[in-house]
């Protein structure tokens, strides 16, 4: 690692002072990610900002119809919250297939979901659920914020604060794990609430996106039947030594059917 | 520099580290507890695990100042003078390892997993010990000692509890 100078602000006004202010100021929630990215000589910021002192930004609340976790919320504490449990238990249920349970330990879903890697877990539930990412600044809907590889609608400097997730009716989550790293090569979250349904995929490509032809398919008949023979276009697929675009292409119908059919029960 | 104070094994220690300083480099370059272990440096094989506040986390994968002010407990930590831990011992009559590089990090792994579910399945064992790599045993002894391991301190909980 090249040298940095620490920061370890009380709260968010301070550490958005201290990101500010800084030459090339770098948050660090859980440091699952960035750790090893400041290991490999990745990056060199003047100052890691790190926000693992700041109470407010952890937690979990439910009320009226949505659950509400705060950024610095470990995946640990989503996976075994009772709130989570009995509101949304598909997104205990992602939170728990997360890397290992050191990993879990330590990482965020505000970390997650600022990183945006294109195999992570949490960017399909967000997607999925159509939650509302919650900043200093603004809230930004789901499907703005996932802009492209590693890219989010955050501008500098800005802090996720909280993500709100709207309680589905039904709600499930799939993946195909790497062996080595739990990443997903391909992950599908799906959910109903009433007539709405929302498939999100992860792992397949670039970026998490929704698969329009499935949602619509199943809409009106949320079914296994519905999806059947129904696909998604892997064109611009990743294509690297985890699994070529097909494999991928292949596995999003196998991931979208499993989600759905344990969305069922 | 800033200085870092914590508690390791019970002991209060201090010392100065600079901020890129990782919590495992902490533990062997300044207090030469050497038995937590550095395998791949990259996140991914579990053997610089330790327990910080009662939480296994990779010390590999954490800065030294995360843990100012916290309790942190190592593998030299874990036996009572030279009488085994249950689980340290259950390994041994399990014969699981083999070189024994990754053993710290599969006791401590073990006894994170143990203290949240006292009476593990095999399936939650192996569920339980994604994050730690061994490159000798296949793991099989590994679970098959730490579900002995399990059993050894509920039995020891429970001849407390009665006398």
Redesign the interface.
Known sequence: MYEFNFQRPANSDAAIDAQANAEDGQYMAGGQTIIPVLKQRLAMPSDVIDLGAIEDLSGITIADGTVTIGAMTTHTDVATSGDVLGAIPALADLASMIGDPHVRNRGTIGGSIANNDPAADYPAAVLGLGATVHTNQRTIIADEFFTDLFETALDEGELITNVVFPVPDQAAYMKFPNPASRYAIAGVFVSRTGADVRVAVTGAAACVFRAAEMEQALAGNFNLDAIEGIGVDGTDFNNDLHASAEYRTHLVSVMAKRAVAKALG | M?TLSMTVNGEQVSGEV???T?LVDFLRENLRLTGTHVGC????C?AC?VHVDG????SC???A??A?GTEVATIEGVANGDTLHPMQEAFRENHGLQCGFCTPGMVM?AL??VKDNPDPTDAEVRH?L???LCRCTGYQNIVHAILDGAKAMREGAANEGES
């Open positions: 800033p600079e901020g890129r990782l440096d990259t996140s991914q579990g695990v939480v296994s986390m990779k994968t954490m800065l100042l995360h100012q792994t994170a997993l339980g994604e994050g730690n």
